[in-house]
């Protein structure tokens, strides 16, 4: 994966008002973490760090230090306004080679499903996938073909086999699935028909019971 440079300033100040005032100027505080180093605090430009927060990729960081010091790294978490969605604090953490490392993958859904040709509704479960793997098996993405199925099928964790890749969420997940339209119904193996709204019944009074 190509690594992307990011340019950071060390912060000195860590207090309330000095995060307000870097936002003002449209800086975003962070903090790196890595191993056998202390946390540091640092900012970068608020234009800088969005084309690595909004992005269907996963990108491994050459953070470029004021202070001369480079750390590859990728971005851990993020925090925004939830009025704007401005990107206000993000978390980064550094990569050590060999050591493998618990990261958010984007998923990218390829094809339209036979079951949406034919009537039936897409639902996506996951965006992003929890993987565990050494930094130079990090994808940029895990791209799926969901050209076939049909309606009633879906993908699941269990499905994935991704060389180098250890996905963290439970086997049966389902990941993509195609659903029925509303109000329509799907056919067994053996051709019986599956409701796929729950059945309603009136229940009357019992004429035994009124005698």
Do not use: W
């Not at 990569?95 to 034919?118: A, H, M, N, Y």
């Not at 997940?173 to 053996?190: C, H, L, Q, Y």
Request: aromatic content about 4%; hydrophobic content about 40%; charged content about 25%.
């Amino acid at each position: 994966m190509e690594k992307k440079v990011l340019e950071a300033a060390v912060r000195t100040e860590v207090t309330k008002p000095a995060k307000s005032a870097l936002r003002q100027a449209k800086k975003v505080p962070g903090i790196v973490y890595a191993k056998s180093i202390s946390p540091i605090a640092i900012s970068v430009l608020e234009n800088a760090i969005n084309p690595f927060v909004f992005t269907a990729e996963t990108h491994i960081i050459n953070l470029k230090l004021d202070n001369n010091q480079e750390i590859d790294c990728v971005i851990k978490d993020v925090q925004f306004d939830p009025v704007t969605d401005r990107v206000i604090h993000f978390d980064l953490q550094g990569l050590v080679s060999g050591e493998t490392i618990q990261i958010e993958v984007p998923v990218l859904f390829k094809g339209t499903p036979i079951g949406v040709r034919d009537g039936g509704l897409l639902q996506q479960f996951f965006h992003k996938l929890s993987v565990e793997c050494v930094p130079s098996s990090i994808p940029e993405h895990i791209e799926l073909d969901i050209t076939g199925l049909k309606i009633g099928a879906g993908i699941h964790v269990r499905d994935l086999n991704i060389e180098g890749l250890k996905i963290l969420h439970q086997e049966g997940a389902v990941i993509v699935s195609v659903t029925p339209p509303k109000g329509g119904s799907e056919t067994n193996a053996d051709g019986s028909e599956v409701r796929t709204e729950p059945e309603v019944i009136t229940k009357g009074k019992d004429k035994n019971a009124e005698e």
